[in-house]
Every structure is written in structure tokens, then in C-alpha cells.
């Protein structure tokens, strides 16, 4: 399958999104209809939360390995991991389909410190990384299903890169939007950016409004969800900040 070009994000779209929490897109997109977003088993590798990152989604696809094709001689090959890296644009996130294998670490250190080098954004994945204090050390966030010692040829066969593939039970395509975070890694369709940015950055207006009404003492019927009434009572808030800025 020829592979699909990556596309560079716009940067209004990076930023915004860098203010929304994974958990208020997956909300948004619930509403329209989109449920199955959340990448399983990506999580923060390192134990501190890494900021916020967004990008657009540069595929990587691996199959069970076969053992005449899973062999250290195939990082050498022109389809490897290696060259895949190679063909990653700064501010793209590499979204890995390990088949969620966790005993064969798909990346170490000195691949994970080529991405960081070249100025890959994050990288996500349903399997696991190896090398851990080096991978720690390059600074490259990733988002994971642990550590394992073994190669990725242990497990694993790389196949190709840029095509659509299955991360973590979510289907991933190349150039969708990538938003991880604490609570983990959710894709937003890239034809549906435009209107989810939208939803999302009022969605989270709303609720810092709501958090400090909850903080003032309101109970929660009626504010949350919001009512008419409280709609009314946020609008005029929400128009009142407008015209203070203008």
C-alpha cells in the first residue's frame, strides 16, 4: 500500500488544543458520535506528567513476528523502523501498532533519541519501549504499555509506515489529530478537527466556569450538566469577558 504524505498542523489548531484535556475530547466527540478514541494502554511512561503534546498522527504498523523476516538484519532494511524515522516531520506523533505485545520493545534509547533530534513531537503506542533510563533521558514523551527488555524482533515484524493501522483498539489514520496528555492518548478524525477544536475550547470555557461556581458554594443539580437557567447565567458571564477584551 502506498504510503499517505504527512501533513504539517496548523499552528492556531496545535495551540488550542494544547488547552483541552483529553477527557473534554472524548466527551466532544462522544457527542458526535464517535466513542471508541481512547488509545488502551497508552499511557505516560515517565513518572512525571509530561505537558500536553498534540500533532498529527505518523503511523507505524507491526505485525506477529515471522522468523524469517523478524531478524536483526532487518533493521538494516530499506522498510525498518529506522527509515521510517527518517521519514517523520518535526511535530508529528508517532502512533506505534504493537498489536499491544508487551514482552519485545518496539524502540530503545537511540531510536527514540533520533525522534527526539529530529523534533518528533511524542511517541504513542500500545506495546513497549526498552532501554528505559535512556529512552527517559533523551526527553522524548512517550506514551506506553511499559518496559521490556527484548528487541521488538522477538515479537514482532515491521511492515510499513504511514497507512492506517489498529493502535490500542482505536482505528488510526495517517494525518489524524493526536491529543495525549495525563490521562492518555485520544485521536481526533482529521476531518472532523476543525469542528472538534471548536466544541472543545468551549467546552472547556464552560467548565472553568462551572468549577468556580462549584468553588463558590453551587450544588451541582442544575449546573452540571447546566440547565436553561444556568446556561443563561454562563452566557452572560461568557459575553461580559468578550467585551472585556475587545
Do not use: H
Not at 71 to 76: E, G, I
Not at 139 to 152: F, H, K, Q
Not at 157 to 167: A, D, N, S
Amino acid at each position: 500500500m502506498p504510503t499517505i504524505e504527512p501533513q504539517a498542523l496548523d499552528p492556531a489548531t496545535r495551540q488550542a488544543l494544547e488547552g483541552v484535556t483529553t477527557a473534554t475530547l472524548t466527551t466532544v466527540l462522544l457527542k458526535k458520535g464517535l466513542r471508541n478514541v481512547w488509545i488502551r494502554g497508552a499511557l505516560p511512561l515517565a513518572e512525571r506528567l509530561p505537558a500536553r503534546r498534540v500533532g498529527r498522527a505518523f503511523t507505524l504498523r507491526f505485525v506477529p513476528a515471522r522468523e524469517d523476516l523478524a531478524t536483526p538484519a532487518s533493521w538494516a532494511s530499506p522498510i525498518s523502523t529506522r527509515a521510517a524515522i527518517e521519514a517523520m516531520p518535526a511535530g508529528a506523533i508517532a502512533v506505534v501498532d504493537a498489536m499491544g505485545t508487551t514482552d519485545a520493545g518496539i524502540f530503545g534509547d537511540i531510536l527514540c533519541a533520533r525522534m527526539a533530534r529530529r523534533g518528533v513531537a511524542a511517541l504513542v503506542s500500545d506495546g513497549v519501549v526498552r532501554d528505559l533510563a535512556g529512552v527517559l533521558a533523551t526527553g522524548l514523551p512517550v506514551w506506553c504499555s511499559g518496559t521490556a527488555a527484548p528487541a521488538s524482533v522477538n515479537g514482532l515484524t515491521f511492515v510499513g509506515w504511514q497507512e492506517p493501522i489498529g493502535c490500542g483498539g482505536v482505528a488510526v489514520m495517517p494525518n489524524d489529530v493526536i491529543v495525549a496528555d495525563g490521562d492518555g492518548a485520544v485521536v481526533i478524525p482529521a476531518d472532523l478537527v476543525a469542528d472538534v477544536v471548536a466544541a472543545a475550547v468551549e467546552q472547556e470555557r464552560l467548565e472553568g466556569w462551572i468549577m468556580r461556581e462549584v468553588d463558590a458554594g453551587v450544588a451541582l443539580p442544575g449546573l452540571y450538566p447546566a440547565n436553561e437557567a444556568t446556561r443563561a447565567r454562563y452566557d452572560a458571564w461568557a459575553q461580559g469577558q468578550g467585551k472585556a477584551k475587545t
